[in-house]
């Protein structure tokens, strides 16, 4: 199993950047995939990016594609999620995942989550 904890959460005017952070412990983080998920407040959590175990491949929702960058490094066991552009639409709890086999956009694939950190964007 492996453990995620995110930072990099906080309060943004629209047009602003974050960058969110996903530092993951165990030996398995360099062969999972990764996945960053959102939540706003009475909607359902929602697939915002993925990434395979090598970094070679890159997965995203249409509503950030072209500002929000995905990426990782197996040395840290750490992934990133860069957001750039930022709307207020974007507001929600983002949540990191690992998946052992998977880097796609189905959550219910992924077995180790994070506790979530804040985005809240300001118009």
């Known amino acids: 199993q492996v453990q995620l904890v995110e930072s990099g959460g906080g309060l943004v005017q629209a047009g602003g950047s974050l960058r969110l952070s996903c530092a993951a412990s165990g030996r398995t983080f360099s062969s999972a995939g990764m996945g960053w998920f959102r939540q706003a407040p009475g909607k359902e959590r929602e697939f915002v990016a993925a990434?395979?175990?090598?970094?070679?491949?890159?997965y995203y929702t249409d509503s950030v594609k072209g500002r929000f960058t995905i990426s990782r490094d197996n040395a840290k066991n750490t992934v990133y999620l860069q957001m750039n552009s930022l709307k207020p639409e974007d507001t929600a709890v983002y949540y990191c995942?690992?998946?052992?086999?998977?880097?796609?956009?189905?959550?219910?694939?992924?077995?180790?989550w994070g506790q979530g950190t804040q985005v809240t964007v300001s118009s």
């Open positions: 995942a690992a998946s052992k086999y998977y880097s796609g956009t189905d959550p219910r694939r992924f077995g180790s």
């Open positions: 990434i395979s175990w090598s970094g070679g491949s890159t």
